[in-house]
């Protein structure tokens, strides 16, 4: 395929590239993602498209008529969504096409490019946001296979290596963090915000480390009043979470919100009514959770999602060769995967190439029977039929199989074939017909 063909393309950033401040400003928010995934179709040279928004991750899958131009449409479009205000971005987002923006998402959907590697809820994250762009209409054929194939290479590597041996999350990280604050955890209070995927992880992990006060709140009071049965605690209405801080010791904080649940107003209030003990919150949220001057004031320590990357790294010794393994995995099945791609370009191509060359037999043919070849019977006609059509077969034999064979990334075999034999010339008489 050339620079011009249709190619598969991944434009976004990550924890690795973008700082949370950066990430939070490009995050969609799942309520209102059909009207960005219609509009990310809309642009002219993207014919499908999937959107991935995470704490960790900002993404858009497409599939693009044009490389280049996809590249740059994309780009723009994630720059200048309403409330980005970042100059650097360009340098921040990263660029895959072809078998390396395959590989990427394989290595997404198998927690191999995750923070915490290993990590069960990226595969769940990567089947929702593929579900919702499915429902407004923007997945077509290609990415259609793509994730669900994603979706097996995810499993595979799950089955195939160790990594999933001991189990973490990004909630077992914060929760490893908290207890590197305090050296008994289970004497402490926490309050949960949010009881979605990750609150539950995050309540399960200190259930598990001995923590016995703990609160939990979510805009849904019915979710709080579930996940709080479950575990023994205490469940707090959302509009009333506020006059609770100051029983927390550990506040940890996971929903989707536009604003700052806890602002530097209301850390300041809950330290003078905790006479200033100190109180440590983790922000897991995207757009941040809780308003990062509140690490100005004495006493309050402010930790966002970023900071959890050292223990992440920590959490990963031991299971790196599992990880390599992984990568062996993913590999196998770009390759799988790729050569499937690369066909539906080739075809085309081999069907043109097949076309003109019967064209040309029959051209051939056709003049001789009406000129020296006239006089022959219909089963001498029948046998000059087979024997060129037989001969074409043969000589094409060769080609046609290496075309299927040929990486997409050689586009010079591809285009010279389609140019050698003028594949895109309108079909018409043979030069030197009458």
């Not at 063909?5 to 949370?20: F, K, W």
């Not at 096409?97 to 490019?113: E, G, P, Y």
């Not at 979470?241 to 107003?265: K, M, N, P, Q």
């Not at 594949?423 to 008489?429: A, I, S």
Request: negative net charge.
């Amino acid at each position: 395929m050339s620079e011009t063909g249709r190619q598969i393309l991944v434009v976004g950033l990550n924890h690795r590239t973008a700082p949370v401040e950066v990430r939070e400003q490009l995050a969609f928010s799942p309520k209102l993602l059909n009207g960005s995934l219609h509009e990310l179709v809309t642009l002219p040279s993207v014919d499908e498209g999937v959107i991935l928004s995470t704490c960790n991750r900002v993404e858009v899958v497409a599939v693009a008529r044009d490389g280049r131009t996809g590249f740059d449409e994309i780009g723009d479009f994630l720059r200048k969504r309403p409330g980005v205000r970042i100059d650097s971005t360009e340098d921040q987002l990263y660029h895959h096409a072809r078998k390396s923006a395959v590989r990427h998402i394989f290595r997404v959907a198998s927690s191999l490019d995750s923070m915490v590697v290993g990590e069960p809820q990226i595969l769940g994250q990567l089947k929702e946001y593929y579900a919702i762009a499915q429902q407004a209409g923007t997945v077509g054929s290609i990415l259609h296979r793509l994730f669900h194939r994603s979706f097996s290479v995810a499993k595979r590597v799950r089955q195939g290596t160790g990594i999933a041996n001991r189990p973490v999350s990004v909630g077992s990280v914060a929760v490893d963090l908290a207890k590197r604050i305090f050296d008994r955890l289970e004497e402490k209070t926490v309050m949960v915000i949010g009881s979605g995927v990750m609150g539950e992880s995050l309540v399960r992990h200190l259930v598990e480390n001995g923590v016995r006060g703990l609160m939990i709140t979510n805009r849904t009071f019915e979710k709080a009043v579930e996940l709080a049965d479950r575990f023994e605690a205490s469940p707090i209405r959302f509009e009333d979470h506020a006059r609770y801080l100051r029983l927390a010791d550990v506040v940890i904080g996971s929903v989707e919100s536009e604003e700052a649940l806890i602002t530097r107003e209301t850390a300041a209030e809950v330290l003078r009514e905790r006479k200033q003990d100190n109180m440590f919150l983790i922000d897991l949220g995207v757009p941040r959770n809780f308003d990062p001057l509140i690490n100005g004031l004495d006493n309050v320590y402010l930790y966002h999602i970023d900071d959890l990357t050292g223990v992440a790294r920590e959490n990963l010794k031991g299971r790196e060769s599992e990880a390599d393994k992984g990568e062996l995995i993913v590999d196998q099945e770009v390759e799988t995967f790729y050569r499937w791609f690369a066909s539906l370009d080739q075809v085309p191509t081999i069907v043109a190439l097949k076309r003109r060359f019967e064209e040309i037999r029959e051209g051939e043919l056709r003049k001789s029977l009406e000129s020296n070849l006239k006089d022959v019977s219909e089963r001498e006609r029948k046998a000059i039929e087979d024997l060129t059509a037989a001969m074409i077969n043969k000589i094409l034999h060769g080609p046609l199989t290496r075309l299927k064979e040929r990486p997409d990334e050689d586009a010079a075999y591809h285009d010279t074939v389609r140019a050698l034999f003028d594949l895109d010339k309108e079909p018409g008489p043979e030069r030197g017909d009458p």
